[in-house]
């Protein structure tokens, strides 16, 4: 069983800037690729990055392209989301997700139905 654990959420005002961690437990974390999503309040869950087992490929939805930045530390097992000059839109519940199929990161990265382990999320708000 895989656990995931994401932090660093929190308050921010519109353009500052937030770093979200995602820590997983598996051992073979090294193995997946992992994936960023939010969801935020009355809207459904939407695909915002996701990044190769090995951190080489990287792929990101239109709105957040520029600003945020998906990287990770197989050595701690750990996925990161930067997020820069940050939005009132991106106010959400981020959540990071793990995906055993070993595909390539593009477009099809952005479908939840690839990930089978989730985070609890974090909150993220951006005021005005």
């Known amino acids: 069983q895989v656990q995931l654990v994401e932090s660093g959420g929190g308050l921010v005002q519109a353009g500052g800037s937030l770093r979200l961690s995602c820590a997983a437990s598996?051992?073979?974390?090294?193995?997946?690729?992992m994936g960023w999503f939010r969801q935020a309040p009355g809207k459904e869950r939407e695909f915002v990055a996701a990044?190769?087992?090995?951190?080489?490929?990287?792929y990101y939805t239109d709105s957040v392209k520029g600003r945020f930045t998906i990287s990770r530390d197989n050595a701690k097992n750990t996925v990161y989301l930067q997020m820069n000059s940050l939005k009132p839109e991106d106010t959400a519940v981020y959540y990071c997700?793990?995906?055993?199929?070993?595909?390539?990161?593009?477009?099809?990265?952005?479908?939840?139905?690839?990930?089978?382990?989730w985070g609890q999320g974090t909150q993220v708000t951006v005021s005005s």
């Open positions: 598996a051992r073979t974390f090294s193995r997946y690729n």
């Open positions: 997700a793990l995906d055993q199929s070993r595909t390539s990161v593009g477009p099809r990265s952005a479908a939840s139905e690839k990930y089978e382990y």
């Open positions: 990044i190769s087992w090995s951190g080489e490929l990287t």
